[in-house]
């Protein structure tokens, strides 16, 4: 399927708005303007998007849909884009879909052949990563980890080899529990946590993971973790005294043991033999 956003349709459009996720005035012309055109506004937290259309002088109808509710709502949300009508959804804070609500409604409208179209705005992610001081050339936005520990700990196991920048959201009410199991998997890395982001008490906290956790025992408001990627090579990683030991109990002599390892990864013998006979 292909969608030709801005080419007439016989359905009406689904968009998705940013909004301020701190401070009111964080926001596009372009936002305004589609919110002040739009037939009808679905909001993920009706008072918070009242607050905001009244900021800006807009009269608009709103109606609840969060993601309890989506499916509740999906089918009335489809059958108003059918009949013509431009829906606008927003979320609390931040870009929909992007760890929050719309994934279903977007689905099923992708489905219907509706036009979804998605305006950039505000997010939590890039000002998080851009004040962390962690690099920013490449990065992973993992969004929240699961509550459950067990589960906090084979998600981030799975993320433990991955050598970018690592971004996650997470509640005031967790933030040191999730500190410590992050450190325990990924090890004391060079992380900070941003809170508050674009509001009068922002803040970004830089050190690792140890110093981290003490510092961040009573802070407050939204929070992003950046972390940084892993920086331990592959060839680090690798035990190559247990690999040249493994083959000499399979009868191999060291010389033809070494030969075989450095052979394998593509190292230098006399590298080996030293790094072996320490």
């Known amino acids: 399927m292909i969608q030709k956003s801005y080419e007439k349709s016989e359905y009406g459009n689904l968009y998705l708005i940013p909004t301020p996720i701190g401070n009111l005035e964080d926001i596009t012309f372009r936002a305004i303007r589609t919110l002040k055109s ?38 009335k949300i489809i059958n108003i884009l059918k ?6 959804y927003v979320t609390d804070r931040g870009t929909p879909l992007i760890s929050d609500p719309g994934n279903v409604i977007v689905e099923e409208a992708i489905k219907n052949n509706i036009t979804v179209i998605s305006l950039p705005g505000p997010n939590a992610v890039l000002p998080a990563l851009n004040m ?7 990065f992973l936005f993992y969004g929240f980890l699961n509550t459950k520990k067990s589960q906090m700990i084979k998600e981030l196991t799975e993320l433990k080899n991955i050598k970018y ?22 090890g004391n890395r060079k992380a900070a946590v941003v809170r508050e982001i674009s509001k ?40 190559y005294t247990e690999e040249v030991n493994k083959l000499i109990k399979e009868g191999k002599t060291k010389t033809t043991a070494i030969k075989l390892v450095a052979e394998a990864h593509n190292i230098s013998k006399n590298k080996l033999y030293n790094t072996v006979m320490k």
């Open 83 to 88: 009949s013509g009508k431009n829906i606008g």
């Open 132 to 138: 962390s001081g962690i690099s920013n050339e490449r």
């Open 200 to 239: 009068l008490y922002e803040e970004v906290i830089r050190d690792n993971l140890d110093n981290l956790i003490e510092k961040c025992d009573k802070i407050k408001g939204e929070i992003v973790i950046v972390v940084e990627g892993n920086k331990i090579t592959e060839e680090e990683n690798i035990d």
């Open 38 to 75: 739009v037939d009808i506004v679905f909001a993920e937290d009706t008072r918070e998007t009242f607050t905001l259309l009244k900021y800006y002088d807009i009269n608009k109808k709103i109606e609840s849909c969060h993601k309890y509710t989506e499916m509740k709502h999906k089918d």
């Open 165 to 186: 920048t690592i971004v996650f959201y997470e509640s005031p009410y967790r933030i040191v529990d999730t500190l410590k199991t992050i450190k325990e998997v990924l």
